[in-house]
């Protein structure tokens, strides 16, 4: 299993980002994707999550109406929309993801994800 992350960089307060999750070696392409953020010093903090029908999403409060959750058609890879970014939204993204072999999760809890990315810098500035 796989997940490479890509489309983060430096944007400025108010832009907008596109990040990309590319997922590999799922047997039955995953149950849940999420994307979770990072700064240093801190655990990953959950800031979405979707299931892999595309019907359910999960958000965190605090990126909830400027950041969007999504998956192409073929399910393999998954999208974090970010708009109206904030300083508070700079930090490393990691994508994680979740197979159906596994029950009931919480979707925006690290603990439920057994497959990560190395992660996708952004950094916001005013």
């Known amino acids: 299993v796989q997940l490479v992350e890509s489309g983060g960089g430096s944007a400025r307060t108010g832009d907008s980002l596109r990040l990309t999750c590319t997922t590999s070696?799922?047997?039955?392409?995953?149950?849940?994707t999420a994307w979770f953020r990072q700064t240093a010093g801190q655990r990953p903090d959950g800031v979405a999550a979707?299931?892999?029908?595309?019907?359910?999403?999960h958000y965190a409060d605090f990126v909830k109406g400027r950041f969007t959750i999504s998956r192409d058609g073929h399910k393999n890879t998954a999208f974090l929309q970010m708009n109206d970014l904030q300083s508070e939204g700079s930090g490393l993204y990691f994508c994680a993801a979740v197979s159906w072999k596994v029950g009931q999760i919480e979707p925006l809890d690290e603990n439920s994800y057994p497959n990560w990315g190395r992660g996708t810098p952004v950094t916001v500035s005013s």
């Open positions: 070696g799922f047997n039955k392409s995953w149950k849940y």
């Open positions: 979707l299931i892999a029908s595309g019907i359910l999403t």
